[in-house]
Nanobody, 119 residues
């Protein structure tokens, strides 16, 4: 299993970035996927998830209305469109494969892509 994130970078407050995560080594369409971020000194924070099958989406309150998760099963790729970015969105963003045995647990993570939001 391999998950490779890309698309991070620097943005100004109010700006936008789109993250991508390319998956390999498993049947991508069969798994729920999530984005989890971690700022220095903080615990990892789940921010968004998308189901396999019907593609139902879920968001943490901290990003609801600003971020949009999506997936393209034909391309084995997960996305996170981030709008109206805030300095508190600064973190290392990981995509993660949802565990099939427990909610809000993940069995594989990517290395992450850094997002920095500053004036």
């Amino acid at each position: 299993v391999q998950l490779v994130e890309s698309g991070g970078g620097m943005a100004h407050p109010g700006g936008s970035l789109t993250l991508s995560c390319t998956a390999s080594g498993f049947t991508f369409s069969s798994y729920g996927m999530s984005w989890v971020r971690q700022a220095p000194g903080w615990r990892p924070e789940w921010i968004s998830g998308i189901d396999a099958g019907d593609g139902r989406t879920y968001y943490a309150d901290s990003v609801k209305g600003r971020f949009t998760i999506s997936r393209d099963n034909a391309k084995n790729t997960l996305y996170l469109q981030m709008n109206n970015l805030k300095p508190e969105d600064t973190a290392l963003y990981h995509c993660a494969r949802d565990s099939t045995t427990a909610q809000y647990e993940w069995d594989y993570w990517g290395q992450g892509t850094q997002v920095t939001v500053s004036p």
